[in-house]
């Protein structure tokens, strides 16, 4: 997308598909559903507004839940807006561009942070700072949504108590079973699989960029640092820049590993209860 970085109104119509095929996907499908019942008032229609939880169709969420949503898109892009533009509103990283266009690149960026991944601008030559809020937007899940009440769910009941074997249990997979513990060792195989690499060409290879690839892989978004010959210390003989992500300079090992983040990224709904993905700690 970088060669369409100018084609703000391409940008423009990509911006709302990405956010209503993602993120606002369950606050769309809610208000479509609502939509039929408010012109057709069918009982099937009613049914579905009132019992979500029943029917655990998991894009169906509640009508809070919906609204919070919302919020929490919007609020997250808002974030990312202010700090990408501060930091890099002057910078080579929008050069060219003018200052329309700049606003709708930059909004078009943080908006793919979240899922798509399509990227109008070079990463490598980001803040370090605006690199680290894309990681955390892209660990986020999509669904994520700062919800008032925890566990809130319309018509589930509530569980009174719970014996001393689940809390237990409970507290082992918070504890040592978590996400982020599940990245941590992943990031440490990878940083250990290309050592020598790091070492040899630190400013490609370096625990941020490998950071940045491996929770893009986990999100399943696609933002890549890439790799540039230019950086290099030591120039290698035959270096050429190619169209593809950073990972494509890994050992076969570390592309094994990050397949198995990509997997676990997909099928990690099995192992999350909830908004358990939002708490960072």
């Known amino acids: 997308m970088i060669v369409f970085s100018k084609n703000s109104a391409l940008l423009l119509i990509l911006i709302p598909q990405v956010l209503l095929g993602n993120t606002l996907f369950p606050s769309c499908l809610r208000f479509c559903v609502w939509l039929v019942h408010k012109f057709a008032n069918k009982a099937e229609t009613s049914y579905l507004l009132r019992n979500s939880s ?65 990227t109008i601008v070079d990463l490598s030559t980001i803040a370090p700072a605006v690199l680290v809020l894309f990681v955390i937007m892209m660990y986020l899940p999509p669904y994520a949504s700062f919800l008032p009440v925890k566990d809130i769910d319309e018509g589930r009941p509530r569980a009174v108590e719970r014996n001393r074997p689940e809390i237990r249990r409970k507290i082992i997979e918070n504890l040592i079973f978590s996400q982020l513990s599940y990245l941590a060792i992943f990031i440490i195989m990878i940083c250990i699989t290309e050592r020598e690499k790091m070492k040899e060409d630190p400013l490609n290879f370096n625990v941020l960029t490998i950071v940045v690839e491996v929770i893009s892989a986990y ?41 198995v983040v990509m997997v676990f990224g997909r099928l990690k709904k099995f192992n999350m209860n909830g908004g358990r993905g939002w708490k960072l700690l």
Not at 222 to 233: D, E, I, P, V, W
């Open 54 to 118: 029943e029917i655990r169709y998991l894009h169906l969420l509640s009508g809070l839940h919906s609204r919070l949503l919302v919020a929490t898109v919007f609020g997250l892009i808002g974030i990312q807006f202010v700090v990408f533009s501060a930091m890099q509103w002057n910078t080579e990283v929008l050069a060219g561009l003018g200052q329309h266009e700049k606003v709708v690149g930059v909004l078009f960026q943080c908006v793919n942070s979240r899922h798509t991944g399509e």
């Open 219 to 259: 999100g399943n978004v696609g933002f890549t640092t890439g790799y540039s010959c230019k950086r290099q210390l030591k120039p290698e003989a035959g270096c050429r820049d190619k169209w593809f992500g950073f990972s494509g300079r890994w050992s076969d090992q570390g592309k094994i590993i990050l397949m």
